[in-house]
């Protein structure tokens, strides 16, 4: 199995970084409209969709939308598991805190998993292609 190195894991986030202050900004300036007196539906309305957007899109398909540009996605790292939708939110959220800093495992693993990755016991893999 090939695993992506780190570059092309960055460019996927940037990627999705994109597609996230798009989903923020949408949110936000329609948000006030549709609730103008309740700050707290605001920031759900808001918050939601965005912490929702990679760990539904890793459920639902194994890889956001910067991944499936460049190919990649993420599986359970026992072949036989499907990814859960928990292990999914765990996941982002432990990317989220860590940031950059998770990626740095990726120098000490042989699969280049992140702590991220560690932690949910998932692989970031090219799915379509084999080691020869």
Known sequence: ????KLNLRLKAAMIDSIF??????????FSYDIFP???YLRLIMIFLPSLSYEPVLLYFTGSSIGHK?????????????????????????????LG???LLFMFFTNKRQSFHDL??????????KTEN
């Open 37 to 39: 007196d309740n700050l």
């Open 20 to 29: 996230l202050a798009t989903i923020l900004y949408s949110t936000a300036y």
């Open 1 to 4: 199995m090939i695993y992506p």
């Open 100 to 102: 950059i800093f998770s």
């Open 119 to 128: 932690v949910t016991a998932t692989l970031v893999i090219f799915p379509t």
């Open 69 to 97: 540009i460049y190919k990649i996605g993420v599986t359970h790292q026992n072949p036989a598991k499907k990814l859960n939708l928990f292990q999914c939110y765990i996941r982002y959220i432990v990317k989220i805190l």
